[in-house]
């Protein structure tokens, strides 16, 4: 498969047809339901637990529905791609494997049981504590859907909508919080016959329904975190003493990070207002140009691409962000190596087909990858301006960040293909040291972002291993004749 031209010809990898894609639609909404079906259950838990098991009609039909749910959902993650490191496993056999190996063990105990015997055995309910193992994978799946998010608005303002769920994420915990402890204190107040259920005169008549003291716990809960404390309600023997000291201590914990969290969102609205300062500083400089300027005045593009590089620069200045300390070049080549793919999955991910072909075997070493991601520059591009000109030396590797690249036909200026975000190209004209014959240019409506990896850098890195010249070549030369087609085919199509 050949990355910098893959939405003009498509050779998918290998995959079996039973092997469902992580990022397909179908395995979106699926991930949707079966996450959504989790959080039920982990309301859910709780709850039942804290009424001693003793499971109304209603639930006990919800709890199998739920169930089935997530029998289902054990059944596909055996076919569902996953990523080891930063590499897409799409082997139906390591996919199998790897969930055996994991969580399959636990997802089976916690939902087998409980779906067979129709939740007709009380303590069989407590293996579906270990549901709660999911969270991790809960959060991998919301993390996968903000990148998502985040790449849909690449040219919004981001860092508003990001700071919005981080702070929504902060107040679900903090409620998901106050759900558990409130059911853990109808639980402490109903098991024993001093406990504040059984000896307030609000819940004479309460019987086994203990969920009707759920907003009053919920209520205890909330002041006693917030250190409130009305005194209305109050513990009644050294157990609930101890409890009320303990949620007293999360209490303090939990809000002092949410004030961290704040002040964190702070910082990076703080970012922005300096983006902003020197956009403004910027466009202060370029009026007072143009003031000075008697004879001509400078084009409106001008002070539009000037603008939005101050504000790339900012945003996507990798190069700069790893070269502006040399702290980096001093490190051991493996701590590098971290450094580099800690900071920088997501480009990696992004790019990943460039430095990895599955049909040939292919996988560049670390080290190329963390000399090609570090030495990444930014540039914009805005509606209609020429990125790479026919008969121009090509002085870079060209890696389309966001938007898409058309490539015009150097006779006719016809559009001959279109490389989607996440194609690269310059690739044959660098390695055959050749001028373009062929015109890269943003669309009229659109602008484009590259990250550009400059061609001594590139060649550089390339022939310091054998493999990686070789792989690379023959790969840029698959492109030239790809387009050599197209052009070919443009051609007979006027002619006819």
């Known amino acids: 498969m050949n990355p910098y031209t893959s939405v003009i010809i498509t050779k998918g990898n290998k995959i079996s047809k039973w092997v469902k894609l992580e990022d397909g639609k179908f395995n979106v909404v699926w991930d949707s339901v079966s996450n959504l079906t989790y959080i039920m259950s982990f309301i859910l838990i709780p709850l039942v637990i804290a009424t001693s098991l003793n499971l109304h009609d209603d639930i006990r039909f919800l709890e199998f529905v739920i169930d089935i749910i997530l029998a289902i959902d054990i059944v596909f993650n055996f076919f569902t791609t996953y990523h080891s490191d930063v590499k897409k496993v799409t082997d139906l056999e390591k996919i199998s494997y790897h969930y055996l190996t994991n969580l399959f063990v636990f997802d089976f105990i916690a939902v087998v049981p409980g779906l067979v015997t129709i939740e007709l055995f009380k303590h069989m309910y407590y293996l579906k504590l270990l549901r709660y193992l999911r969270l991790s994978k809960l959060f991998e799946q919301i993390r996968f859907v903000l990148e998502k998010l985040d790449n849909l608005l690449i040219f919004v303002n981001k860092k508003a909508i990001e700071s919005f769920l981080t702070l929504a994420r902060c107040l679900f915990g903090l409620l998901f919080l106050i759900h558990v402890m409130a059911c853990f204190w109808i639980l402490l107040g109903q098991t024993r016959d001093e406990g504040w259920l059984n000896t307030s005169t609000e819940f004479e008549n309460i019987g086994d329904n203990y969920l009707k003291g759920y907003p009053t716990a919920v209520y205890f809960i909330t002041t006693t975190f917030s250190t409130v404390g009305y005194g209305d309600f109050s513990p009644n023997d050294n157990y609930e003493i101890i409890l009320v000291m303990i949620l007293e201590l999360i209490g303090l914990a939990v809000f002092s990070f949410l004030l961290g969290t704040l002040s964190s969102i702070e910082r990076q609205q703080s970012a922005n207002t300096i983006i902003k300062l020197k956009e403004e500083q910027l466009e202060e400089f370029l009026i007072k140009l143009n003031a000075s300027r008697k004879d001509t005045v400078l084009p409106y593009e001008i002070f539009k691409e000037s603008l939005n590089n101050v504000s790339a620069t900012y945003k996507y200045g990798v190069k700069y962000v790893f070269n502006m300390f040399d702290f980096a070049e001093q490190l051991k080549p493996q701590d590098r190596k971290q450094l580099t793919f800690y900071n920088l999955k997501r480009l990696y991910i992004d790019f990943q ?81 050749t001028r373009s014959n062929l015109s890269f240019v943003c669309p009229d409506d659109e602008e484009v972002t590259c990250y550009t990896l400059p061609k001594d850098k590139f060649l550089d890195l390339c022939h310091r291993n054998q493999n990686h010249v070789e792989f690379f070549m023959k790969r840029a030369l698959i492109t030239r004749r790809l387009f050599k087609r197209l052009v070919i085919r443009s051609h007979d199509q006027e002619v006819n």
Request: charged residues 25%; hydrophobic residues 40%; glycine residues 8%.
């Open 353 to 433: 087909d460039f430095f990895y072909d599955e049909d040939v075997k292919f996988q560049a070493n670390d080290r190329f990858i963390s000399r090609v991601l570090t030495n990444f520059e930014c540039s914009n591009f805005l509606f209609g301006k020429t990125i790479l000109e026919r008969g121009e030396q090509c002085e870079n590797l060209y890696f389309i960040g966001s938007g898409k690249v058309l490539v015009k036909n150097h006779k006719d200026g016809e559009v001959i293909a279109i490389l989607q975000r996440y194609s690269v190209f310059g690739d044959y004209q660098i390695f055959l040291d």
